[in-house]
T-cell receptor
Framework: EAQVTQNPRYLITVTGKKLTVTCSQN?????MSWYRQDPGLGLRQIYY???????DKGDVPEGYKVSRKEKRNFPLILESPSPNQTSLYFC????????????FGPGTRLLVL | AQRVTQPEKLLSVFKGAPVELKCNYS??????LFWYVQYSRQRLQLLLR??SRESIKGFTADLNKGETSFHLKKPFAQEEDSAMYYC??????????FGKGTKLTVNP
């Protein structure tokens, strides 16, 4: 089944404790992206990647890192999480072509105390 | 710059009534426009895209370049249409820009 998976789905952590949220897709998509979803603010892009070893900042990259060592994986790293990073995070992927559907993961709900 | 505006945060209609979710965009070139839907506690999924001029679950959307709009319409709303709806735009880059979303509630 074609899908985007994320782990963990729920995470409670404390300020400053490094964490990684994994994202994996099995559709051989070139493009992958991370978003955060906050009430009243919609979806805001954190980072994106056009292919292996090619990553770039989105609209709200501060406090986050990503890597793209393999085509299928695009982990999101919070080196020193802070309470303002409490949010719902979505990973997404798609082919790079006109009109292509972007597929989303199930979301990771993060609470930073 | 690419921008998507959804002027209504909340929209409430009765079952069987017509519904229109507004989306306006700002982009100087030829955009690709999409509507995504997020049902309660589920992931976002594509509802429709202007490039294929399709009708999904009774919803349609027409790209109006003169008014820079891509409003989503359905003639008879159903309770199962209650969800968050996001309009999205892709311009010359691969970046997909989302509006802030409209929460649609269809009352029985």
């Amino acid at each position: 089944e074609a899908q985007v998976t994320q782990n963990p789905r729920y995470l409670i952590t404390v300020t400053g404790k490094k964490l990684t949220v994994t994202c994996s897709q099995n559709m051989n998509h070139e493009y992958m992206s991370w978003y955060r979803q906050d009430p009243g603010l919609g979806l805001r892009q954190i980072y994106y990647s056009m292919n292996v070893e090619v990553t770039d900042k989105g609209d709200v990259p501060e406090g986050y890192k990503v890597s793209r060592k393999e085509k299928r994986n695009f982990p999101l790293i919070l080196e020193s999480p802070s309470p303002n990073q409490t949010s719902l995070y979505f990973c997404a992927s798609r082919q790079i072509a006109a009109g292509e559907t972007q597929y989303f993961g199930p979301g990771t709900r993060l609470l930073v105390l | 710059a690419q921008r998507v505006t959804q002027p209504e945060k909340l929209l409430s209609v009765f079952k069987g009534a017509p519904v229109e979710l507004k989306c306006n965009y700002s982009y100087s070139g030829s955009p690709e426009l999409f509507w995504y839907v997020q049902y309660s506690r589920q992931r976002l999924q594509l509802l429709l895209r202007h490039i294929s001029r399709e009708s999904i679950k009774g919803f349609t959307a027409d790209l109006n370049k003169g008014e820079t709009s891509f409003h989503l319409k359905k003639p008879f709303a159903q309770e199962e249409d209650s969800a968050m709806y996001y309009c999205a735009l892709k311009g010359g880059s691969e970046k997909l820009v989302f509006g802030k979303g409209t929460k649609l509630t269809v009352n029985p």
